[in-house]
């Protein structure tokens, strides 16, 4: 039923004439969503696993690539 939740609003945003400014507070509420999401379930259980050496280049890695990737396409 939540995964359903995703479209629906992506309908609803782009039916209705919303400024720029509500899209980008609402983007903003959905981000800020997630990273509690994040948070709160995923980091701890993330924590509890053991550590490999590839962990930490990969994430810095995957950030920058992501940057490179919005960067080229904006």
Do not use: K
């Not at 709160?40 to 053991?50: F, K, R, V, W, Y």
């Not at 920058?64 to 080229?72: D, E, G, I, Q, R």
Request: glycine share 10%.
């Amino acid at each position: 039923v939540l995964g359903a939740m995703i479209p629906i609003g992506a309908g609803i945003v782009h039916v209705l004439p919303l400024g720029t400014v509500t899209q980008g507070t609402l983007l903003a509420v959905a981000a800020g969503a997630l990273t509690y999401v994040a948070a709160g379930h995923l980091l701890p259980e993330a924590q509890s696993e053991q550590r490999h050496a590839i962990v930490g280049p990969a994430f810095i890695i995957s950030i920058l690539a992501t940057v490179a990737w919005f960067t080229v396409l904006i």
